[in-house]
């Protein structure tokens, strides 16, 4: 696929880490839950199963909209192949639902603790 398809690059591995972020947040609660066996912890990771299963199995097939590229009808400008090699739809995308929920709890964690 040696010039047919887009080369990895710094900053195409920097993006795909910077996605990975929330499921990675995702992972050191569960931990902490393991640890520690506290009411917070546990409402986030409920909040968790809740969105995933929501976007996963409920929403993701009411929409049914493919990845972008997965039909090979994108190219850079060089010609070469861009885009998803998944066939699963990716819309709505669970990793966005999840950095926006965790701004969400975070907001509404601190919102108690603020004193004017």
Not at 42 to 52: A, E, Q, T, W, Y
């Amino acid at each position: 696929l040696e010039g047919t398809v887009a080369p990895r690059g710094f900053w195409k591995v920097l993006a795909v880490g910077w996605s990975l972020c929330p499921w990675l947040v995702a992972l050191w609660v569960v931990v902490d839950f393991v640890r520690h066996r506290q009411r917070r912890q546990l409402s986030v990771i409920m909040f968790l199963g809740v969105c995933i299963v929501v976007s996963e199995v409920v929403i993701k097939r009411l929409a049914q909209q493919p990845r972008p590229g997965n039909l090979l009808q994108l190219t850079d400008y060089e010609g070469r192949f861009v885009g998803s090699c998944l066939d699963s739809c990716g819309m709505p995308s669970t990793h966005s639902a999840l950095a926006c929920g965790w701004l969400l709890l975070l907001l509404f964690d601190a919102v108690p603790r603020v004193h004017p």
